[in-house]
């Protein structure tokens, strides 16, 4: 990905290297300079913890190189998930990360479609909070039949993500309201709308074992749906998603590639968010406005 958005930037990657210890631990280093310039760190946060620990490293690797501007580019802002105190004695694990890339030395961090919009106001830097709605509408639009489709949320927390897209295909939407009993699992789900004979398209931020998207598609089409497909901005797809996908009544699961695929599906389909991350570094490098980049 990172490849991918410096050729449509129009500039080579940096020439940087990460080594390791014997023991495992990391040191980044710059093989050329970067003194005064202004520098675009691409990494992802993703599982395991070592990305976002590169991720610090290089940042205070810049800092003390005297870069001009730091920008952290996180496609896929990991621990986004756990942004208040759902219940006693636990970790607000969203603002801590967003504090160390702060007090790392960042000058701006530019993201996409955070699991909790609250969270840009974690940070005390500016944040280019980027939506996967530009590169999913235009695909939807040209490559779909959209004349019977409706939209759905898989639960009630994403109903504003639905509600968008359909507003604006002027469609109807329909939400999955599901019970949990503890985290990854859920003990009950019933759909709230009518879906006979539609071909419904599931909208989610991300999309982890997989395990309420799948229960809402094969809810969905108990419920009279004549297809169900689903578009999720960042691929997690652990433990046991990509079983649970490959046997779900799912039709096609479009994706970015915020998080690299640990395997190949005939049901998952990646949309490349490359060159929307390209334009949206060459504005603000330009001291331009990035609304254009948005879908209104």
């Known amino acids: 990905m990172s490849e991918e958005i410096s050729r449509y930037f129009g500039e080579p990657l940096g020439d940087m290297q990460t080594s390791r210890f014997s023991d495992g631990e990391m040191q980044v280093i710059y093989n050329s300079s970067i003194r005064g310039a202004s520098v675009n760190l691409i990494q992802s946060t993703i599982a395991p913890a070592d990305n976002l620990l590169e ?17 952290a580019v996180i496609p896929y802002f990991g621990y986004a998930r756990q942004d208040r105190k759902d219940k006693p004695r ?8 967003a504090n160390l890339v702060t007090a790392a030395g960042a000058d701006r961090v530019m993201t996409m ?25 235009p695909y939807l639009r040209h490559e779909h039949k959209l004349e019977n489709t409706i939209f759905a949320s898989p639960d009630v927390g994403g109903v504003k993500r639905a509600r968008t897209y359909a507003k604006y295909f002027e469609k109807e ?7 949990r009993e503890k985290a990854n699992e859920i003990s009950k789900m019933i759909v709230i709308g009518n879906v006979e004979g ?13 395990g309420t998207m799948t229960m809402a598609a094969d809810q969905i089409i108990k419920n009279g749906a004549r297809s169900v497909s689903a578009i999720c901005t960042h691929a997690v797809l652990s433990g046991p998603a990509y079983e649970r996908i490959e046997q779900s009544q799912l039709k096609e699961l479009l994706v970015t590639d915020t998080i690299p695929l640990s395997k190949e599906s005939p049901k998952i389909k990646v949309i490349s968010c490359a060159k929307l991350f390209a334009n949206a570094i060459k504005y603000v490098y330009d001291h331009k406005s990035i609304q254009s980049l948005f879908i209104e």
């Open 55 to 71: 991720l610090l490293l290089m940042i205070d690797s810049a800092r003390r190189a005297s870069a001009g501007y730091i920008t």
């Open 90 to 97: 636990v970790p607000i694990s969203s603002k801590l990360v």
């Open 113 to 137: 479609d955070l699991h909790a919009q609250q969270i840009q106001g974690f940070f005390d830097i500016p944040v280019d909070h980027l939506k996967a709605e530009a590169i999913f509408m």
């Open 173 to 179: 939407f329909v939400i999955c309201d599901k019970e």
């Open 198 to 210: 539609k071909d419904v398209i599931l909208v989610d931020d991300l999309i982890d074992t997989a």
